[in-house]
């Protein structure tokens, strides 16, 4: 009887090891994990305490919306979901606000304050966008950028600082101490590892990860929306590619759409009344925001101000 001329190669070893290469052709990619956030100089009490009274001036400075506003439940509901997916070992006490001003941008103080201009909701496309401008800014503070760049023994001049806080800083670049110590201008280093981050967040919150670079490449392309923000954003080198890099080996994911209360609330956003940041700097100066945000409920709980 004629012996099968195709019968040599497929000795039980070999046949073992092919079953092994095509199990790791379509094994599952590993998931993403959070990067080991590093230490800084200045200790997590100290950050939180710095945080809290920033805020507390932010709330001086600029027009900020009340916690019962439609936008700010909405940010803070949506800055939950985010918050629960790091470790609970590595988190940090978020908190979610809404600025009333016309420009893009957002930015967090160390410790956990997030403010969010009522122009990035109404500039995203979607909610994955806005969702990956928030995993961003958390990404500065789960980095622990602004306290890395702090010498321990600066710590009691940055608090002492606070003081200096000026309307223009905060609503151009966020907020600048006049010290010149705890500056929210971030280094390409810092923007990339928090691009990383923020990626990694939306993936395990359903969100498309591209999202994040989708959003910054219109800013790029905007003359209207864009210059303040990538200001403080500074691009890391091809933002886009380094994402895509970071997410094409990940499990595939059904991600998600948009929600409901999105739609609705980018709307209302879009007939609340905002402020340029000229406006915002020049009411700073004579106390205007102070006394409206007081008379409008929206009053900063966290911290005194003194």
């Not at 190669?9 to 092919?18: D, E, M, N, S």
């Not at 092994?20 to 200790?43: E, I, K, R, T, Y």
């Not at 979610?96 to 995203?124: D, R, S, W, Y």
């Not at 209360?261 to 905002?274: I, L, M, P, S």
Request: glycine share 8%; proline share 6%.
């Amino acid at each position: 009887m004629m012996r099968n001329r195709f019968s040599w190669g497929f000795r039980p070893a070999t046949y073992v090891a092919l079953c092994v290469l095509a199990g790791l052709a379509f094994a599952v990619a590993p998931a993403p994990d959070f990067p080991d956030p590093g230490h800084a100089p200045m200790s997590r009490a100290k950050q939180e305490q710095l945080g809290l009274q920033a805020a507390a001036q932010v709330y001086q400075q600029v027009p900020v919306l009340p916690d019962s506003s439609p936008e700010t439940q909405y940010i803070q509901s949506l800055g939950k979901r985010l918050v629960a997916v790091i470790p609970k070992d590595r988190t940090w006490p978020y908190q979610f606000h809404v600025v009333a001003q016309k420009e893009v941008n957002a930015f967090a103080l160390p410790g956990g304050p997030m403010f969010v201009n009522v122009g990035t909701i109404t500039t995203v496309d979607n909610e994955a966008e806005l969702a990956g401008v928030m995993a961003h800014e958390m990404g500065h503070v789960y980095m622990q950028h602004s306290a890395k760049r702090q010498r321990q023994t600066e710590v009691v001049d940055v608090i002492g600082a606070l003081a200096g806080v000026v309307g223009g800083s905060v609503a151009e670049t966020g907020v600048a101490l006049s010290a010149g110590t705890l500056l929210l201008k971030y280094s390409r280093k810092d923007e990339s590892q928090a691009d990383a981050f923020g990626a990694i967040v939306l993936w395990k919150t359903q969100y498309n990860p591209m999202a994040l670079a989708d959003f910054f490449r219109k800013l790029q392309a905007s003359t209207k929306n864009g210059p303040q923000f990538l200001s403080d954003h500074p691009n890391p080198g091809n933002r886009e590619q380094a994402i895509q890099n970071e997410v094409r080996n990940w499990p595939a994911e059904n991600y998600k759409t948009d929600s409901p209360e999105f739609a609705g609330v980018r709307a209302h956003a879009g007939g609340v009344h905002a402020y340029t940041a000229q406006e915002i700097a020049a009411g700073a100066k004579d106390g205007r925001w102070k006394t409206e945000n007081a008379k409008n409920g929206a009053i900063f709980a966290g911290a005194s101000t003194q």
